[in-house]
């Protein structure tokens, strides 16, 4: 992820995780509207230290690594698990080995 310091960037971050679950429709979702509600409320005022504004911007930082580790938990999961069984040489190429071949060719004929 990029600089997500600041309250706009993690917003934008927010978004686009919605925008991927959700589809193009995304910007008429419930979730959508709540998490630009709640932006607007704990945005940044002119007191020097505001400690709701941190914890809002900490919590949505952490929903933001939330939505983010679970679609790459999914991606990850449909790439190794998403086909079923498969081969002994399919399964030894994935931690990048290769079965050792019989003497006299590729099987022993009786």
Do not use: D
Not at 79 to 94: D, I, N, R
């Amino acid at each position: 992820m990029a600089s997500l310091s600041s309250p706009l960037n993690i917003c934008r971050g927010i978004l686009k995780e919605l925008r991927f679950v959700q589809g193009p429709a995304y910007n008429q979702s419930p979730a959508y509207k709540y998490v630009l509600e709640q932006f607007r409320k704990n945005k940044v005022t002119g007191e020097r230290l505001c400690r709701a504004q941190r914890e809002a911007h900490h919590a949505a930082h952490t929903y933001l690594c939330l939505l983010a580790s679970t679609r790459s938990h999914l991606a990850l999961h449909n790439l190794y698990h998403g086909k079923g069984e498969c081969s002994a040489e399919e399964a030894a190429g994935l931690v990048g080995l290769r079965l050792p071949t019989q003497p006299g060719g590729k099987g022993w004929e009786k």
